[in-house]
Structure formats: structure tokens, C-alpha cells
């Protein structure tokens, strides 16, 4: 599978902005969809997970109650909907998919910037 990530940009602090991460290949259902971030000097950091079925959700405890994942089987996309953005969200967002039987995300995209303004 491979992923396209899109929809950083710049906005100010208490903005909102939705993430896509577009997919193609076969059996996109059938995988995990997380996103991580790298903050400038830092390492990259879990964000949030969603699993194949959508049923299940985790979330970074920075980003709790702010950020909600979601994913659209029939359209092959998730989304990372941020809302209550803070300077500290300033990033590059990747979106990665494991198989669900496996362990490790082995397909990433290629990032998108978001950057908040205080």
C-alpha cells in the first residue's frame, strides 16, 4: 500500500485542520492506520491509531479530547481531524499502515507540515 498524506498548512493557535491520508493498493481495510509527528529537534512521536475496522481508537495523551482519527474504508482515506491546535502541534504529520496481523508500520507516507502560530 502507499500513502499520500496532505492537508497541513499554517493557522493559528485554536484553529482547526483535517489531515487526509489517501491510499492506494489493494485491501486498504485490512490495515492499521496511524499518525506520528516530528516536531523540529525532536524525535518522531505517536499521535494517533485507528484500527482496520474502525471499531478501536488510541491517542496520544498530548492530543486527547483535541484530535480525532477516523478512515473511510470505501474511499481508501483517513483523516486526522485537529482541532484546538497549540503551538506545540507545530510538525511534520506522517500517516504509516501496518497489515493488521502485524506489529510494525512498514508503509509510510511522505509528511505534511503543520505549523501553528501562537
Known sequence: VQLQASGGGLVQAGDSLRLSCAASGRFFSRYEIGWFRRAPGKDREFVA????????????????????????????????????????????????????????????????????SS
Do not use: H
Open 49 to 116: 491509531d485507528i484500527t482496520w475496522t474502525g471499531s478501536s481508537q488510541d491517542y496520544a495523551d498530548s492530543v486527547r479530547g483535541r484530535f480525532t482519527i477516523s478512515r473511510d474504508n470505501a474511499k481508501s482515506v483517513a483523516y486526522l481531524q485537529m482541532n484546538s491546535l497549540k503551538p506545540e502541534d507545530t510538525a511534520v504529520y506522517y500517516c504509516a499502515a501496518r497489515y493488521y496481523t502485524q506489529d510494525t508500520y512498514d508503509y509510510w507516507g511522505q509528511g505534511t507540515l503543520v505549523t501553528v
